[in-house]
Antibody, heavy 125, light 108 residues
């Protein structure tokens, strides 16, 4: 059974760097992507970005170069770093396993089937 | 466009059928996936691909797609189906992930 366990600092000051880690157990690291998603209080879900074991990362342009998702295949872990945080980055942050590919002849499929429990991050001076 | 648009809220009588729609250009080439979220909990995948339910998800959940619209149907809604539902896809232009605006489902 695949499980994602996540951890990291929950209280930050403005301008600090958010750092979260997600450990994958029960599954190989290959054949899927690892994603981060966040949800501000009372708001909807926001896709932050993803990476895979080969280092093929994609990020949400709205985060303007502040975000890095790295993968440590030796530890089956992946990490999120978000620099220069502000109060607008206050949210619950989730890691998730993502799977996507072609559905011939002309469609693609994409889904996140396993999620971490979430980490609440508050940015306050 | 990267937007996925959902109705903000729908209500359904216990045991009746409710349809939740998601509109966006990317749905012309990506099957939507659907998530259910209860307050204070992580989202749970309830439907994905052309016709797939994860293990443990009741068969009252089904999905379909037509043109730029994906639909999640709950046939015989139960009290535990209350919560927020989000569709998810990838932007067909820059390949990033994108979530729908969310629909709050109330079971009366």
């Amino acid at each position: 059974q695949v499980q994602l366990q996540q951890w990291g600092a929950g209280l930050l000051k403005p301008s600090e760097t958010l750092s979260l880690t997600c450990a994958v157990s029960g599954s190989s690291f290959t054949n899927y992507y690892l994603s981060w998603i966040r949800q501000a209080p009372g708001q909807g879900l926001e896709w932050i970005g993803e990476n895979n074991h080969a280092g093929s990362a994609t990020y949400n342009p709205s985060l303007k170069g502040r975000v890095t998702i790295s993968v440590d295949t030796s530890k089956n872990q992946f990490s999120l770093k978000l620099t220069s945080v502000t109060a607008a980055d206050t949210a619950s942050y989730y890691c998730a396993r993502s799977i996507w590919g072609r559905h011939p002849p002309s469609f693609f499929y994409y889904y996140m089937d396993v999620w971490g429990k979430g980490t609440t991050v508050t940015v306050s001076s | 466009s990267s937007e996925l648009t959902q109705d903000p809220a729908v209500s359904v009588a216990l045991g009746q059928t409710v349809r939740i729609t998601c509109q966006g250009d990317s749905l012309r080439i990506y099957f939507a996936s659907w998530f259910h979220q209860r307050p204070g909990q992580a989202p749970t995948l309830v439907f994905y691909g052309q016709n797939n339910r994860p293990s443990g998800i009741p068969d009252r959940f089904s999905g379909s797609t037509s043109g730029n619209t994906a639909t999640l149907t709950i046939t015989g809604a139960q009290a535990e189906d209350e919560g927020d539902y989000y569709c998810n896809s990838r932007d067909s232009s820059d390949n990033r992930g994108v979530f729908g605006t969310g629909t709050k489902v109330t079971v009366l």
